[in-house]
T-cell receptor, first 112, second 115 residues
């Protein structure tokens, strides 16, 4: 039973544009919402994360927006660059275990 | 190297053979996780340890799968009688258990191909 839904499945953005990826969760036992970036043949790497008591977090070109009442959160990549081309996964962490439930991933391609 | 290390990086095996993967977590991390990732999907939780104790196992972890963390440091994941459906990337992650939780750091994974 999938508990984290992610969209879109793929995204094509021109260099300098904004990339937006959305996730929705169902389980209220989640206490932390990270985004991971994965390049082919590599393990996922933590990109940015947010706790549910915060509505927005920004780190450089990356911003997470969090809507607790709607159980939704999104990743915005400003000024997208070709080097951002990767697969992005949202995740939700189960309280007290640190176990992560991942979304299905979004393959981002940024063209120059 | 201060990251999570996994060996081997790639493994090709014939159906029915047993395979074992190793994970060395970040040294001060007391939690260690195994995930499985198939092509085009997100990682799926398999099991996790706190120190040497295995605290949770997913229903995905059939009786052909066994994981150990004998001294609370490195961990091994063994798959017996491999099947073609076991072909996947096996990812290990580690974290430091704290009251507010910490980030999990992933290794590069072991890609298993069962032929």
């Amino acid at each position: 039973q999938q508990q984290v839904k992610q969209s879109p499945q793929s995204l094509i953005v021109q260099k300098g544009g904004i990339s937006i990826i959305n996730c929705a969760y169902e389980n209220t036992a989640f206490d932390y919402f990270p985004w991971y970036q994965q390049f082919p043949g590599k393990g996922p790497a933590l990109l940015i994360a947010i706790r549910p008591d915060v509505s927005e977090k920004k780190e450089g070109r990356f911003t997470i927006s969090f809507n607790k009442s709607a159980k939704q959160f999104s990743l915005h990549i400003m000024d997208s660059q070709p080097g951002d081309s990767a697969t992005y996964f949202c995740a939700s962490r189960v309280r007290a275990t640190d176990k992560l439930i991942f979304g299905t991933g979004t393959r981002l391609q940024v063209f120059p | 190297d201060t990251g999570v290390s996994q060996n081997p990086r790639h493994k090709i095996t014939k159906r029915g053979q047993n395979v074992t993967f190793r994970c060395d977590p970040i040294s001060e991390h007391n939690r260690l996780y195994w995930y499985r990732q198939t092509l085009g999907q997100g990682p799926e939780f398999l099991t996790y340890f706190q120190n040497e104790a295995q605290l949770e196992k997913s229903r995905l972890l059939s009786d052909r799968f066994s994981a150990e963390r004998p001294k609370g440091s490195f961990s091994t994941l063994e798959i017996q009688r491999t099947e073609q459906g076991d072909s996947a990337m096996y990812l290990c992650a580690s974290s430091l258990a704290m009251s507010e939780g910490t980030e999990a750091f992933f290794g590069q994974g072991t890609r298993l191909t069962v032929v």
